[in-house]
Nanobody, 120 residues
Framework: QVQLVEPGGGLVQAGGSLRLSCAASGSIFSINAMGWYHQAPGKQRELVATITSGGSTNYADSVKGRFTISRDNAKNTVYLRMNSLKPEDTAVYYC??????????????WGQGTQVTVSS
């Protein structure tokens, strides 16, 4: 079994910053890509940013230049630094990890989600 735990999130004023983290634990052999997605009320879950095990990154156009994704492979942890936050960034943020488990099964796991609210 693999778990992704996301502390963090919260309420911040527009223009402010937050850092999210997500730690994977359990029967992990290796972690391939990790990423962050968000889901606003009444909308579908959308990609925010991804990062490969080698450090290559990809961002949604809406967050380029404002958000930075990073990871610590030794800690099986992915981070999302969010700067210049806007009210439209308000959403539940979910982390995702493409994991190869100790018994050789590859599966995409999700965190429980954390609420980010940006006030205007």
């Amino acid at each position: 079994q693999v778990q992704l735990v996301e502390p963090g999130g919260g309420l911040v004023q527009a223009g402010g910053s937050l850092r999210l983290s997500c730690a994977a634990s359990g029967s992990i052999f290796s972690i391939n890509a990790m990423g962050w997605y968000h889901q606003a009320p009444g909308k579908q879950r959308e990609l925010v940013a991804t990062i490969t095990s080698g450090g290559s990154t990809n961002y949604a156009d809406s967050v380029k230049g404002r958000f930075t994704i990073s990871r610590d492979n030794a800690k099986n942890t992915v981070y999302l630094r969010m700067n210049s936050l806007k009210p439209e960034d308000t959403a539940v943020y979910y982390c995702n990890a493409d994991v190869t488990t100790s018994w050789g099964i590859r599966y995409a796991y999700w965190g429980q989600g954390t609420q980010v609210t940006v006030s205007s």
